[in-house]
């Protein structure tokens, strides 16, 4: 199988619209989070990822800029690929291209991909908390 990850931005509705559905199967079908929360209108200004396998998408995520500095979010692979190097092509393909720029890198994570992340460098801080009825923890990039 072979993996690949390509970056845009919203104004290409065509991957974006990809995106969506992986998010909305992930988030909104599989996790029981309310469309509201998954599309927080926060899109047009987020980078967006989509994870390829074999030329079909299989997983997304996005980044924005905020005061605390780069957030990574909206982290999602379909079930029948999570396992199979999508995700770590995705943080790899993520942290090339940001480490370079010295900015603060964080995320919230949720409680089950903590160890995940920490593979990759990133420190849980502060408290367990709850965003969108799912256990949390605020990670930032520490390597």
Same mark, same amino acid.
């Given at each position: ?33 309310? $469309?509201?929360?998954?599309? #927080? ?12 396998? #074999? ?12 005061? @605390? ?34 900015? $603060? ?12 992340? @920490?593979?990759?460098?990133? $420190?849980?801080?502060? #408290? ?16």
């Amino acid at each position: 199988m072979e993996i690949n990850v390509i970056r845009f931005n919203s104004k290409n509705t065509e991957l974006l619209n990809e995106a969506f559905k992986i998010r909305t199967t992930v988030f909104v079908e599989e996790q029981n989070v309310s $469309k509201e929360i998954e599309y #927080d209108g926060l899109d047009e200004e987020a980078i967006h990822y989509l994870v390829f396998a #074999d030329k079909k998408p299989i997983g997304t995520g996005r980044r924005r800029y905020t005061e @605390e500095g780069i957030k990574l979010e909206r982290f999602a692979v379909y079930k029948e690929y999570r396992g199979k190097n999508a995700g770590a092509k995705l943080m790899e393909y993520i942290l090339n291209e940001l480490l370079p720029t010295n900015q $603060k890198i964080y995320m919230n994570a949720q409680s089950a991909v903590v160890r995940f992340y @920490e593979k990759y460098g990133f $420190k849980i801080v502060g #408290d367990r908390f709850i965003e969108a009825n799912i256990e949390h923890y605020k990670m930032l990039y520490n390597k």
